[in-house]
């Protein structure tokens, strides 16, 4: 079974500019969530998707969002980009919101410049 | 609020011998723990998991963790380090609440290094 795919691996943005990130998650996982690696403020919860719906929300501004599709797949966003918002970009999956089981794909480092 | 405290960015043993990295929790609920592990350049991969079951976890790769409420803990050990055992290794806390398994909240991580 293919595990959590996420697009771009890779990706320089610069200042002010939007960035949307890509993730699929196992087949026959629906729920999806997001975390962002930084060095500095290390691993912290973005948000988490269940049936097209945002479940829960982490403490970060209205510039990052994200959505569902009913294939499960996953984006997010980042409008206004911002040299802080450079970070190793997570997405994990799991079989549903209660399965306290996630896996992780490989990341989306993304470079503000 | 949860979080989770990791005593030592930086733990090195010697192959072949004791790995024991330290996790504190601190949950004003019942939590749900895990330990997961990262190679450069990888996301983290699921090496164990505490849902209320049995306190002593096994986990993959020959690691194991013990929950102990008296002492908010939940410690990683391995008998016998492995060069492969060298990455970065995270403890992560969850509510054990309807609907809250999946936000995770971290530690800061645990630099192994497995040294000949």
């Known amino acids: 079974k293919a595990g959590v795919t996420q697009t771009p691996r890779y990706l320089i943005k610069t200042r002010g500019q939007q960035v949307t990130l890509s993730c699929s998650p196992i087949?026959?996982?629906?729920?999806v969530s997001w975390y962002q690696q930084t060095p500095g403020q290390g691993l912290q919860f973005l948000f988490e998707?269940?049936?097209?719906?945002?479940?829960n929300k982490g403490n970060f501004p209205g510039r990052f969002s994200g959505r569902q599709f009913s294939n499960s797949r996953s984006e997010m966003n980042v409008s206004t980009l911002e040299l802080g918002d450079s970070a190793l970009y997570l997405c994990?999956?799991?079989?549903?919101?209660?399965?306290?089981?996630?896996?992780f794909g490989p990341g989306t480092r993304l470079t503000v410049t | 609020a949860q979080s989770v405290t990791q005593l030592g960015s930086h733990v090195s043993v010697s192959e072949g011998a004791l790995v024991l990295l330290r996790c504190n929790y601190s949950?004003?609920?019942?939590?749900?723990l895990f330990w997961y592990v990262q190679y450069p350049n990888q996301g983290l991969q699921l090496l164990l998991k505490?849902?209320?079951?049995?306190?002593l976890v096994k986990g993959i790769n020959g690691f194991e963790a013990e929950f102990k409420k008296s002492e908010t803990s939940f410690h990683l050990t391995k008998p016998s380090a492995h060069m492969s055992d060298a990455a970065e290794y995270f403890c992560?806390?969850?509510?054990?609440?309807?609907?809250?398994?999946?936000?995770?909240?971290f530690g800061t991580g645990t630099q192994l290094k497995v040294e000949l």
């Open positions: 992560a806390v969850s509510p054990q609440v309807t609907g809250g398994g999946n936000k995770l909240t």
């Open positions: 994990a999956s799991s079989l549903d919101q209660y399965s306290y089981e996630q896996y």
């Open positions: 998707y269940f049936s097209e719906t945002q479940r």
């Open positions: 505490y849902t209320s079951a049995a306190t």
């Open positions: 949950s004003s609920v019942p939590p749900y």
């Open positions: 087949s026959g996982h629906r729920s």
